[in-house]
């Protein structure tokens, strides 16, 4: 992956990503005991991120893509998210990918009304690993723009990513 002037790369093992430079990681783990990484752009005056991208990683998903996405649009009527969008999506490696975009109002830190822009991206690996990949902005911010251009670099490598680069010797995994 070449990665754009401005932007950084981050590697998970079954993914990655470019995200802007001046963007800071956090890492956690969410409600549902899965992992993610969010990519928070710098605070807005109101004391929201003028970005952010969050990734969560679960494992053994063996379930159709499509459940998933009847779970999300049930979960946005109760979270007051709009959505604009609903269309499937290619992410590089997944088998299936699809986006939905949102829009959400939130109370910022200074209690400011705030509306989001963004998206919901789920994308599923051969392997099982459902990664689910929530994009936004504050609608009036001009980091907007840079939400497209994370989205467009994920790529999902699967487990055994490694094996499959052809700068390993063909027996490099065969044991006698």
């Known amino acids: 992956m070449r990665v754009a002037d401005g932007f950084r790369l981050y590697r998970a093992d079954d993914y ?18 899965h992992g ?5 752009g710098p605070a807005t005056p109101e004391g929201a991120y003028s970005g952010q991208v969050r990734v969560v990683r ?17 979960a946005a009527a109760v979270e007051h998210y709009e959505i604009v969008r609903s269309l499937p999506v ?13 829009v959400r109002k939130i109370k910022a830190l200074s209690g400011a009304p705030l509306s989001l822009r963004g998206s919901e991206t789920f994308a599923v690996s051969d392997d099982g690993m459902l990664l689910t990949i929530t994009a936004e ?5 001009r980091t907007q723009a840079q939400l ?29």
């Open 16 to 33: 990655r990503l470019a995200y802007p430079e001046n963007w800071q990681t956090r890492t956690g783990t969410n409600q549902e005991g």
């Open 36 to 40: 993610y990484v969010e990519f928070n």
């Open 58 to 74: 679960q494992d053994g998903w063996n379930h159709r893509l499509q459940d998933k996405l009847t779970q999300f649009q049930t």
């Open 90 to 102: 290619t992410v590089e490696g997944a088998a299936e990918a699809h986006r939905f975009e949102v």
């Open 137 to 141: 902005a504050p609608e009036r911010d």
């Open 148 to 176: 497209p251009r994370v989205l467009d670099t994920v790529e999902i490598s699967g487990r055994n990513w490694f094996a499959k680069q052809d700068w390993f010797p063909p027996n490099w995994f065969e044991f006698p």
